[in-house]
């Protein structure tokens, strides 16, 4: 199943007449809205569900600023609030290059890192309810290679929170090819951390629990995930290695870095050492759009569902979501807003997310029913644009910033000056 959406949407402003005073009128918070519960997401005006009806002009704006100031050729932004989509529409081109396609809402970007929590996550969700997973164990009793001293005590959580011990990054990909080499070398490698001591974000965290998924499924990751979350779930340009011979398909996929070692990247995944495992990899080669990734995020806020295809439990995505250490804020996958958030100011503290390092990410509140995706190739065409930094946090506090039926809270400024 597919849901079209429009890409841009119309809205007409009322007159409102204004009445004479004689002294100011006191500021009446207005009533909290009642909407009806929806099973799949809605197109609705912004004012529908308390947003200022200026909300998509600001947006248009903001984003066309950042893409005029070099963040990158192009952006699709997706906006909803309590199952209603307010916002979606591409602006831009898939490329700086003379004749590039424009981007629309079914542009499918490269996730990058989007892939940890939009596939990966998800799948070890859904094995944890199944009984199939069980996070407190240690990595080595799912993958017996991996048997070094040092790593015996990493468990499944330590992964998922970032907190294993494992190296940031290194550039395997420069000599090494496929599953089971990595494995092997990452197994090898000198840990940069105790296990279990401080949070150290790392890919090989997600490379490995791709190898956890496989070994209990049976089946590779981009299988398990296509079959029990995108093919369900209706999301059609949602796929790790997308079909490079389809001319049309092409024309929607924004090319990313021009590399010294692979050339023109397009249509390939971004990231060198997911591209050394074969393109599927636990931390990224996802491809999406902010269509299907708009149904992707109202599922989990719903509880799970949408449009009646469940996927998890409410109770799961609770816990998943929520911060693991007070040190930290890191959840179960996803993150949470931090220090200078790419959820800008204002989203709540019990808003989660993720970026990706190609431009991309998702930020939700669950508190104001709010979510907001934007997708970029930042990277384009040399891997060095730094402008999307901005662009998120200015888009993430103008959606905040135009809700009218709750007050606004600087929470950026209460983590500043409360203590760990």
């Not at 296509?226 to 011979?245: C, E, I, K, W």
């Not at 023109?264 to 050394?276: E, L, M, R, Y």
Request: charged share 20%; glycine share 8%.
């Amino acid at each position: 199943m597919r849901i079209d959406l429009p890409l841009a949407m119309v809205f007409l402003l009322g007159a409102c007449a204004r009445s004479a005073v004689t002294a100011p009128t006191p500021v009446v918070p207005k009533p909290p809205l009642r909407l009806a519960a929806v099973d799949s997401l809605v197109v609705a005006s912004p004012r529908a569900v308390g947003f200022d009806a200026a909300l998509p002009a600001r947006l248009d704006s903001i984003v066309r600023v950042g893409l005029e100031q070099g963040a990158a050729p192009g952006a699709a932004l997706a906006v909803g609030r309590y199952g209603r989509l307010v916002y979606l529409k591409g602006l831009g081109t898939t490329d700086f290059a003379e004749g590039a396609p424009p981007v629309d809402a079914a542009t499918m970007y490269d996730l990058a890192s989007l892939t940890k929590v939009v596939a990966t996550t998800t799948a070890a969700m859904i094995l944890e309810e199944e009984g199939k997973l069980d996070i407190a164990r240690t990595v080595q009793s799912y993958l017996p290679e991996f048997n070094a001293p040092d790593k015996a005590t990493i468990t499944v959580r330590m992964l998922l929170t970032h907190r294993g011990g494992l190296e940031a990054f290194a550039p395997l990909w420069k000599d090494t090819r496929g599953r089971a080499d990595y494995l092997a070398k990452i197994n090898a490698r000198p840990l940069a951390n105790p296990p279990g001591t401080k949070m150290v974000y790392s890919d090989w965290d997600y490379v490995l629990m791709q190898d956890i998924i496989e070994r209990i499924t049976g089946t590779t990751l981009d299988a398990f995930v296509g079959a029990r979350v995108f093919g369900p779930l209706g999301m059609t340009s949602t796929r790790f290695l997308p079909d490079t011979t389809d001319a049309a398909l092409m024309r929607r996929i924004p090319p990313t870095e021009r590399d010294s070692l692979r050339g023109q990247i397009h249509g390939t995944v971004h990231d060198p050492n997911a591209w050394a495992l074969g393109g599927v990899s636990g931390h990224a080669g996802l491809f999406s759009s902010a269509r299907d990734l708009a149904v992707f995020v109202q599922m989990l806020q719903n509880g799970g569902s949408y449009k009646g295809t469940h996927i998890l439990t409410a109770a799961t995505i609770t816990r998943w979501t929520a911060p693991q250490d007070p040190h930290s804020s890191r959840a179960l996958g996803w993150d949470t807003p931090s220090d200078v958030s790419s959820a800008g100011r204002y989203f709540s503290p019990r808003s989660f997310g993720h970026t990706g390092f190609t431009g991309t990410s998702i930020w939700v509140d669950p508190e104001r029913g709010v979510f907001v995706i934007l997708l970029m190739n930042r990277v384009n065409p040399h891997g060095i644009a730094t402008r999307h930094t901005q662009l998120r946090r200015d888009v993430a506090d103008a959606v905040q910033s135009a809700i009218v039926d709750a007050p606004l809270i600087d929470w950026e400024a209460r983590r500043a000056t409360t203590p760990p």
